[in-house]
């Protein structure tokens, strides 16, 4: 794998983080970001007993690309924190991002 530049989600990253949310009926993805790089991706999956035997829709090409360039987008300026990609009835219902904010020189060093 190539080096990860400081702001990127390397394509082959976003690609395998787009396939595990499209199977995802309930739950979450979380991109993790420390000094503005990529650290880590936390797959989170619920399934919940009402909807055990739901089937839900498929999710177009333009859904896909249209969420690849918002992730992209939205994590582009986290220097410190964690985007999060939820899940819902098998549809994106919201995108949250945490920033997390270093202060030092206080009662010691680092958050």
Known sequence: MK???????????????????????????????????????????????????????AWSEETCANLKNKIAQEFSTLAYGRLLVKIQKGRVSQIERTVQHKFTGLDGEGI
Do not use: C, H, T
Not at 4 to 27: F, T, V
Not at 32 to 41: R, T
């Open 3 to 57: 080096k990860i530049r400081q702001g990127e989600i390397p394509e082959e990253i976003l690609d395998y983080a787009i396939s595990e949310l499209k199977k995802i009926r309930s739950g979450e993805v979380i991109f993790v970001a420390q000094d503005g790089f990529l650290m880590q991706i936390e797959i989170n999956q619920r399934r919940r007993v009402s909807e055990w035997d739901s089937e839900f829709p």
